[in-house]
């Protein structure tokens, strides 16, 4: 149980394109997703909260309109990336939280971005 | 300010050779120590939750303690499938947050 995926796993575009990653949960119902950004050999970081129906919440620092976060359902979410730059570059994951008053958070496998 | 430290950053271990991570946490009221493990170009795979002091939690080679300021991870007679980085954090009730230390890196030679 306790399955998220994303899509696609990884995608190269040019500068100046939008790019959107898909994160569903498979099997439970998604509350709350979040999107974390994953530089090489760092750990995690958080760039947005979202909940069912209601805008992210974003964390300092990251720019909510260049990085557009849609949670329309209980199963989904996504992340547009806009007007993306090489700077932009990185791995991208989510992750999905139940409801139940758990706060275990589910991870996706992650989604390997280049913009050239 | 909440805070989780991981050490060692790296560790090499034989087959077989048992060993610790630690987790040296501080928070403004814990919601649950997580576990995860993390492969290379992966998301992290949730291992355990730990609520409260004394608790411990076990899975195959894996078993997880939580006290009031740390947590540790033991390895007990580590497979060369157990190389992964592994992460631990925590979640506060100020924020419901994750917040993540930088992971100890595991590997385990044959």
């Known amino acids: 149980g306790a399955v998220v995926s994303q899509h696609p796993s990884w995608v190269i575009c040019k500068s100046g394109t939008s790019v959107k990653i898909e994160c569903r949960s498979l099997?439970?119902?998604?509350?709350?997703m979040f999107w974390y950004r994953q530089f090489p050999k760092q750990s995690l970081m958080l760039m947005a909260t979202?909940?069912?129906?209601?805008?992210?919440?974003?964390e300092q620092g990251v720019e909510k309109d260049k990085f557009l976060i849609n949670h329309a359902s209980l199963t989904l979410s996504t992340l547009t990336v806009t007007s993306a730059h090489p700077e932009d570059s990185s791995f991208y994951i989510c992750s999905a939280r139940g409801a139940g008053g758990r706060y275990e958070q589910y991870f996706g496998p992650g989604t390997r971005l280049t913009v050239t | 300010e909440d805070q989780v430290t991981q050490s060692p950053e790296a560790l090499r271990l034989q087959e077989g050779e048992s060993s610790s991570l630690n987790c040296s946490y501080t928070?403004?009221?814990?919601?649950?120590l997580f576990w995860y493990r993390q492969d290379p170009g992966k998301g992290p795979e949730f291992l355990f939750t730990l609520y409260s002091a004394g608790e411990e939690k076990e899975k195959e080679r894996l078993k997880a303690t939580l006290t009031k300021k740390e947590s540790f991870l033991h390895i007990t007679a580590p497979k060369p499938e157990d190389s992964a980085t592994y992460l631990c954090?925590?979640?506060?009730?100020?924020?419901?947050?994750?917040?993540f230390g930088q992971g100890t890196t595991l590997q385990v030679k044959p």
């Open positions: 928070v403004s009221g814990l919601r649950g």
């Open positions: 099997d439970f119902q998604a509350t709350t």
């Open positions: 979202s909940n069912e129906g209601s805008k992210a919440t974003y």
């Open positions: 954090a925590v979640s506060s009730s100020n924020t419901g947050k994750l917040i």
